[in-house]
Structures are given as structure tokens and as C-alpha cells.
């Protein structure tokens, strides 16, 4: 079983920038894809992100596209997601997830999940 551990929210400005981390443990990444994805209070969980570890291929929601960056950094098995230009819309809390289903953006095929860190963007 795959342990993730987010970290890195808080409470910022509208126009501000935040970096999350999502540290892996008990699994090595290479067939994984990983992911973010937000859930806003009274709303569904959405994807944000995801990147497959392999081959460094990335995928965005149009809501952050040209906004938010996904990254990794294999020696360290963790996931990075640059947060620029916040709106109070990406107001959530953010999980980082993984699947062996390769490329997906499905939040049904992710199976292992962080316990959450909370992004607040006030206007």
C-alpha cells in the first residue's frame, strides 16, 4: 500500500502563488501516474493534475491550465504542483493520488490517497 503525504497549503492573497508537495513512500513510482485533485466544500472532488512518472507526460483541468505546473522529482519519489495566479475559485482541499491505470484523470481509477492539505485564496 502507497503512502502520501501532502503538504504545503495555506491561507494566501488572490494573485498569490503556493507550491504543494505529495511525498510517496512504500511503492516505487515508475508505472504510476499521480495526481491532484481539489474538493471544495459542498462540491465533488475534480481533478486538477496528474503526470505519469515514467515519461513525464502531464495533464490539466482547463480551470488551471496555463496556471498550475505538475512536476517530480524521482529521487526523492515526490509530486510538486505550482500553484500561480490563485483565485478564490481554487479555494479546496487538495489531494495528491495514484493509480496504476496508466494516463488516467478518473478520479475512480485512483485507489491511493493523501489525507489533504487546505488551499484558502482569499479575494
Known amino acids: 500500500q502507497m503512502q502520501l503525504v501532502e503538504s504545503g497549503g495555506g491561507a494566501v492573497q488572490a494573485g498569490d502563488s503556493l507550491r504543494l508537495s505529495c511525498a510517496a513512500s512504500?511503492?516505487?513510482?515508475?508505472?504510476?501516474?499521480m495526481g491532484w485533485f481539489r474538493q471544495a466544500p459542498g462540491k465533488e472532488r475534480e481533478f486538477v493534475a496528474a503526470?505519469?512518472?515514467?515519461?513525464?507526460?502531464?495533464y490539466y483541468a482547463n480551470s488551471v491550465m496555463d496556471r498550475f505546473t505538475i512536476s517530480r522529482d524521482s529521487a526523492k519519489n515526490t509530486m510538486y504542483l505550482q500553484m500561480n495566479s490563485l483565485k478564490p475559485e481554487d479555494t479546496a482541499v487538495y489531494f495528491c493520488?495514484?493509480?496504476?491505470?496508466?494516463?488516467?484523470?478518473?478520479?475512480?481509477?485512483?485507489?491511493?490517497w493523501g489525507q489533504g492539505t487546505q488551499v484558502t485564496v482569499s479575494s
Open positions: 512504500g511503492h516505487t513510482l515508475t508505472r504510476y501516474t
Open positions: 493520488a495514484g493509480t496504476y491505470v496508466y494516463g488516467s484523470r478518473r478520479r475512480i481509477d485512483f485507489d491511493s
Open positions: 503526470i505519469r512518472w515514467k515519461d513525464d507526460s502531464t
